[in-house]
Every structure is written in structure tokens, then in C-alpha cells.
């Protein structure tokens, strides 16, 4: 008998995975937490019944929103991750000599215990020793910064439950005073293939604009997630993504990816005409 993983991505709509079995279960403090084996995307984690990443294809996510600022910007010393508790964007910030200081927000330590025992080629990266985790509320880190980050990275599920704080205006409002004067932020946008979906996606975008002077939005496509497409936010203070990006810099450095290309890079900011309408409505908005 066949055992399939099934999430809602609406009331009419599932994804299904077939697992082979199911390595871990447990209810942490601020989620459920499971861990499957599946044929086709290897281990996967899900939170709250939604998955989180898979072997397969979490080198999409987090390549792109490690290496689309790090391609732009000309000097990160420091980085704060916002979730991040699996390592994967850790590994990844890894590649730069350049890096000084990594912190790490993951409130929830069982998460980060998951990771450390199912998917060691993600939480590989919280090993480095530029990287400090702090068990911590997000929000309540940031506020005690000012002026300090060259880049943040909200890597957090999604805007519900323990992590909506992490998708408010304050939160991009404290976002921005803890950047330095030519700082960035990158954060997860959602997909705003459905109709259920597309209404966070309107709000992060808005929150954005309101806050930073450069805003863009960019995609990729993550078969795991709903439609397989997944939009990412790039708020600047001073860096544009496609006029400031240092193509001969980046590839310099000779960093391995499966994804990420400076190519991709510029295509990335080229959005479907139903993504960049909504985009404009918010910012158009009174």
C-alpha cells in the first residue's frame, strides 16, 4: 500500500508525495515538526503539515537568497538570518571570506536539533565559526539593533503563528534601522499563483515600499512549493539589484552552485505580467 505526504495549497488543490517512511515527529514548543523519506525529493521537513524543503531542491531557495544580494552588494562584514535554523542559508553565506559576523534567529531550538540530525548538509553551515544562534524572538532581536548589518535575511516559513511577526510593518521598520546607511534585506515573498495566496504577497510588497527606497521583487521556481514558483523581496537602501550587480566580482570567487547564475540573476527580476500588475496596485495604493 502506497503512504502519501498531502498538503492544501487551497480547498481545491494538493500537493502528494509518496513516502517511503516517516523518520521523525514531535511537537515543539511553537510548531509540529516532521520528517519524511520520499523517493523522489529524498528527506523532506514539513511544519504545520506544509513542507519546508527537501534534499531535492532546497539549493534553489537558498542559493537565491543568499547570492542575489551578495552578487550586488560590494561590502557584507555583517549578516543577521531570521529563522535559518536548518543552516542552509548559513552554508551558503559560508562561501564569502569576507563575511565577519553571522547571526542566526531561530526561536525554536527543536528545529534546529531536527536539522542537525536529518539534514547535516544543511546545518553544516551553522558550524561555521563566524555563525552565533540565538534562540530568540526575531522581532524582539531586531530591536535591539541599530546601524549594525550590512544584510538581513528573513529566512522565517511563513506569516502565521510564530513567525507573523517577522511579515509587520514594524519589522520592516526595524529592519531598516538596524541596516547600515547601504544596507539590504531579502525575505521569503510567498506565491501568488492562488487566490488565497495572493493578498500576503500584496502586504509584504506594500510593507516594502513604504519602508525602503529600492524595492524589487524576484522569482524562482521550487517544485515543493505551491505552483512550484516562488517569489523573493529585495528592499535596499542604496543597491539596485540589476544596476549594482558586479557580475566579474562574483564570479570570481568560483563558488559552486546549482542554481544561482549571474544570468539568472537578471532574468530573476523579470516577472509575469500578473506579478508585476499586482505589484504596481500596491504601490500605487493611497
Excluded at 542559493?63 to 549578516?79: G, L
Excluded at 531550538?109 to 540565538?134: H, M, Q
Excluded at 506569516?159 to 526595524?174: D, Q, S, V
Aim: glycine share 6%; charged share 25%.
Amino acid at each position: 500500500m502506497a503512504y502519501w505526504f498531502e498538503e492544501m495549497h487551497t480547498g481545491n488543490v494538493k500537493m502528494g508525495i509518496r513516502v517511503e517512511q516517516q523518520l521523525f515527529s514531535a511537537q515543539s514548543e511553537y510548531q509540529r515538526i516532521d520528517v519524511f523519506q520520499s523517493p523522489e525529493f529524498g528527506r523532506f521537513l514539513a511544519s504545520n503539515g506544509s513542507v519546508i524543503f527537501s534534499e531535492a531542491d532546497e539549493f534553489t531557495y537558498d542559493e537565491m537568497i543568499v547570492h542575489v544580494p551578495m552578487a550586488v552588494h560590494p561590502h557584507v562584514r555583517r549578516v543577521l538570518v531570521i529563522g535559518g535554523g536548518d543552516g542552509g542559508v548559513a552554508r551558503e553565506l559560508s562561501h564569502y571570506s569576507e563575511i565577519e559576523e553571522i547571526d542566526v534567529v531561530e526561536q525554536d531550538s527543536l528545529f534546529i536539533d531536527v536539522c542537525k540530525t536529518w539534514f547535516p548538509d544543511n546545518a553544516c553551515g551553522l558550524e561555521d565559526p563566524r555563525v552565533t544562534v540565538y534562540n530568540e524572538n526575531g522581532l524582539r532581536f531586531l530591536r535591539s539593533r541599530v546601524n549594525y548589518y550590512d544584510l538581513i535575511i528573513n529566512d522565517c516559513t511563513d506569516p502565521l503563528g510564530h513567525a507573523a511577526g517577522m511579515f509587520t510593518k514594524e519589522f520592516y521598520g526595524n529592519s531598516y534601522r538596524a541596516l547600515r546607511e547601504d544596507g539590504i534585506m531579502v525575505y521569503q515573498h510567498g506565491s501568488p499563483f492562488y487566490d488565497e495566496d495572493e493578498e500576503s504577497c500584496r502586504a509584504m510588497h506594500r510593507k516594502a515600499f513604504k519602508s525602503f527606497p529600492i524595492h524589487r521583487v524576484y522569482q524562482a521556481h521550487i517544485p515543493t512549493c505551491p505552483a512550484g514558483y516562488w517569489l523573493f523581496g529585495f528592499a535596499s537602501k542604496k543597491y539596485h539589484p540589476l544596476r549594482d550587480l558586479d557580475i566579474r566580482r562574483w564570479e570570481d570567487r568560483h563558488i559552486k552552485t546549482w542554481y544561482y547564475t549571474t544570468h539568472l540573476h537578471r532574468g530573476a527580476f523579470m516577472l509575469p505580467r500578473y506579478v508585476e500588475d499586482l505589484l504596481t496596485e500596491e504601490e500605487t495604493r493611497l
